[in-house]
């Protein structure tokens, strides 16, 4: 009696097929159907509850995932879906990647959990040489595109230098796989369902500040938000903003507190750091010849490097003002000291004004 | 000392038996809350009596009463006692952990850091060739035989030409598995095809049995157009989707944890296949190894890690890369069932790999070989090893212990091969060496695009875009650029 059959009597289909058809529209979750008002682990849930549901060779697998995740995000899928397709692993990052290249190397969905970010360096090797690699090196023969890796990441408060990391530059320069940072939980959602569809290997990091505090209304059914495009989530007309994950409602805070001042801000989204959507970026600095980009990683070396970068070499000649970075100190996460590390709202409007008034 | 011990082993064997037929297999499924495991996919057969045979019976038993003990919740005991407590007083002396039911004891020992004998290894034919008397081994048919003889020729003879081709410089780099060729040929006669390979990177014999063809080992060396690589990597990291044999990668043991993933995978299709990966002495010390062996007996996937304990890595000997009796013992760590053979008896290596991949799948677990072999060439073509080791170390193996003579001669004395079907072979093969070489020379290689795909499954903007700007480049300045690469 196959193994297939019984999740499929499970799920009261007759027929066990391999994948159900899902939709691929690009709608950002605005459409018809219910929505109820959720927090970003919820929505993580429940992206992870449709994966596992559209598509029976999909996996969840991590640290302690099983009775539901330290942060809640896996709630529930072992009991629906069985210990044969969620389950705990050892303690071992480098083996919980190597493990979930393994499975998407034949054709699985594997959704490997690393429990903060600040972990993920066990797996650097695998994420870097071997699933990113992986196509190319073959020639396409072979291909773990089937995998994603979640992590929390980012200033939590408390974290201090091993539960707060930003460790997406890292991985940023890493041609092959993508990286992915949602910033609200409609947008995880969407995003992670993409993430997890992609016929790449994707790192998605979940900003950890947010599990709780971020509760937005998100749609309850099926839908994916597209990967590698950037979004303009305020329209203005002085300065552009850059920024990922919960960088953004800070960053939200100081438009609304610099328009006060007369100043117009227009926001964007990156969502996607790789490959990133410089098309987005540059039309609309060359709308306001002005750029900042704020991240909690620290300054150098970090992602807003390469965004100024490829601006300056785009846009020079329309720039107004030198590009301006708000970002972590180049310092391990303190505890005490995290409210000074921070790029924080005022930090953010000194800058603002400072590249208006250049 | 525990008082269960003193019950024969045959009791305890057959208790377990009927424990596992009972509660493990095929009905209820028992699920572990607190240990967090399942048995749902447990589908093993029970031990087939070939394997039984060849398990040491009291470790047997202790492996799989250790196994029946950790799935059961601490509060399960009761149920427990009734096979524990044969010897009255034996409550007294155990005591409730996670993880199970352990005896104490108030005399304080150390468990020694290694046994008063090294584990034995496995071997099935004497040095010169002659069959050992009274022998356990899987027998090879005629048919068999003659191939994994004439591969192991022809593997040897491919190596001394590439090799020669390196030095050459008609191929920028080569390693060989001189010493070796019987672990990749027997190992490979005794799978099947649909056994995914997960190769390290000394391995190429196992190719060689599924069917590749020198042309296509040439191909590779060369990277031209004709490789499945697409010329993307450098000679050696072979890669057969249709041979079940993933591309190699430098970087080492980083596919052990993936042959769990792949093994996991097969587990949940019911395939009746499993997944070999191979490791040398050295990659044992890496982490890889540790995470590859300790996921695949959790998830209880089929794998069988094959490891080639050469000696060697690079110039560091095994003595300066463990101090644990090789690597056989280092299985039972993880809760996997282990062998050492004669990695330079191809019949013994035959056996062990015939049986475990028959445990591996019936029983849906981990497998660890260990075969003990020599590396007689260098590294590779960028290492002199007689700048690390004694000459006569290396002739002495390269003649006197040479696995393609020891195997010539078992195939010669039964009247399967002559003198006359070696020249024949040995001038075959040389001749189809020294052409494909010419043909791989000749090939073109892959155009300029491929630069560019596969990067992704499609390539994005930033890759266009640097394409472009590249093509520009190459268009000013075409003497910066290999002539023989189209744009």
């Known amino acids: ?358 | 000392m525990a008082n269960w011990l003193r019950i024969s082993s045959r009791t305890v064997a057959n208790h377990i038996k009927k424990r596992m037929n009972k509660e493990f297999m095929g009905g209820a499924v028992h699920v572990n809350q607190s240990s967090g495991l399942w048995w749902g996919l447990n589908r093993g057969g029970p031990v087939s009596d070939r394997n039984r045979r060849h398990m040491d019976p009291l470790a047997w038993n202790r492996a799989t009463l250790l196994c029946v003990q950790r799935f059961k919740s601490t509060l399960a005991e009761k149920q427990h006692d009734s096979f524990l407590s044969s010897d009255s007083d034996d409550d007294n002396q155990s005591v409730d952990f996670p993880g199970g039911k352990v005896s104490y004891t108030s005399e304080m020992s150390f468990i020694s850091e290694s046994s008063q004998t090294r584990v034995p290894c496995y071997r099935v034919l004497e040095d010169d060739g002659d069959l050992i008397s009274d022998c356990d081994f899987q027998q090879v048919s005629k048919e068999d035989a003659v191939k994994m003889y004439s591969n192991m020729v022809t593997l040897q003879i491919m190596d001394n030409i590439f090799y020669a081709a390196q030095r050459q410089g008609r191929i920028s780099f080569y390693l060989t598995s001189a010493g070796e060729e019987a672990i990749s040929i027997a190992s490979a006669a005794a799978l099947s095809e649909q056994d995914i390979i997960l190769p390290q990177y000394r391995e190429p014999g196992v190719l060689l049995w599924r069917g590749f063809t020198l042309q296509e080992f040439a191909d590779q060396c060369f990277g031209n157009k004709a490789d499945y690589g697409k010329g993307r990597q450098m000679p050696i990291h072979y890669g057969s989707k249709k041979h079940n044999f993933f591309t190699i990668s430098s970087p080492i043991a980083t596919q052990l944890p993936q042959a769990a993933g792949i093994a996991y995978s097969l587990k949940m299709d019911n395939k009746k296949a499993c997944v070999v990966s191979y490791i040398g002495d050295g990659g044992t010390s890496e982490g890889d190894f540790h995470a590859g062996l300790n996921f695949a007996a959790v998830m209880e996937a089929p794998v069988i890690f094959f490891c080639r304990n050469n000696g060697w890595a690079i110039s560091t000997n095994v003595s300066e890369q463990f101090r644990s009796d090789g690597i056989v013992v280092k299985g039972r760590a993880y809760g996997i069932r282990s062998i050492r053979v004669d990695g330079n008896d191809a019949l013994a290596v035959y056996s062990a790999v015939s049986a475990a991949r028959e445990m591996a799948i019936n029983e849906q677990r981990p497998i660890l070989i260990e075969a003990l072999t020599y590396r007689v060439g260098h590294h590779s073509t960028s290492d002199d090893s007689t700048k690390y080791r004694q000459l006569d170390e290396i002739v002495y193996w390269k003649k006197a212990r040479n696995p393609v003579n020891r195997f010539r001669n078992w195939v010669q004395n039964i009247g399967w091969w002559s003198e006359q079907q070696e020249t024949q072979l040995r001038n075959s093969v040389r001749k189809q060496l020294l052409e494909a070489i010419q043909v791989a020379e000749k090939t073109e290689k892959p155009p300029l695009s491929e630069l560019f795909t596969d990067v992704y499954d499609h390539p994005p903007s930033n890759l266009e875009e640097q394409e472009k700007h590249l093509r520009e480049t190459v268009t000013r300045h075409p003497k910066d650029y290999p002539s023989d690469i189209s744009v």
């Open chain 1, 1 to 358: 009696m196959g193994f297939r059959n019984i999740i499929g009597r499970r799920l009261g289909l007759g027929l066990v097929r391999r994948r159900k058809p899902f939709s691929t529209a690009t709608c950002d979750g605005d459409g018809n159907g219910n929505a109820k008002s959720i927090n970003l682990y919820s929505a993580i849930n429940q992206a992870l509850h449709i994966a596992l549901e559209t598509d029976n060779r999909a996996f969840v697998f991590g640290e302690d995932v099983s009775f539901g995740g330290v942060f809640r995000c896996t709630t529930g899928l072992a009991d629906r879906f069985g210990k044969a397709r969620v389950f705990n692993t050892p303690l071992c990052e480098q083996g919980i990647v190597g493990f979930g290249i393994g499975l998407a190397a034949m054709g699985n969905r594997a959704i490997a959990e690393i429990q903060f970010a600040d972990y993920i360096y066990p797996a650097f090797d695998q994420i870097v040489n071997e699933a990113a690699k992986f196509r190319y090196r073959s020639g396409n023969q072979f291909n773990c595109g089937g995998l994603t890796i979640r992590a929390p990441y980012g200033a939590v408060g408390h974290g201090g230098h091993y539960h707060s990391q930003s460790p997406e530059a890292f991985f940023c320069h890493v041609p092959g796989i993508k990286v992915v940072i949602p910033r609200s939980p409609r947008q995880a959602k969407g995003l992670l369902l993409s993430c997890i569809r992609d016929p790449n290997p994707v790192v998605f990091f979940e900003p950890k500040w947010l599990y709780r505090l971020a509760v937005e209304e998100v749609p309850e059914h099926d839908y994916m938000l597209p990967l590698s495009e950037a979004e303009v989530i305020r329209q203005g007309s002085d300065i552009t903003l850059v920024g990922w994950g919960a960088q953004l409602s800070v960053m939200e805070q100081a438009c609304n507190e610099a328009e006060k001042d007369g100043i117009s801000c227009e926001l964007i989204d990156l969502k996607t750091l790789l490959p990133w959507d410089k098309e987005t970026v540059e039309a609309s600095v060359r709308k306001t010849g002005r750029v900042l980009i704020s991240h909690e990683a620290p300054v150098t070396g970090g992602f807003g490097a390469e965004i100024s970068a490829s601006i300056v070499e785009r846009c020079f000649l329309r720039l107004e003002a030198p590009v301006a970075r708000v970002c972590g100190l180049d310092t391990p996460f303190p505890l005490v000291f995290e409210p000074f590390y921070m790029p924080t709202k005022n930090k953010i409007l000194d800058a603002i004004k400072a590249t208006v008034n250049y």
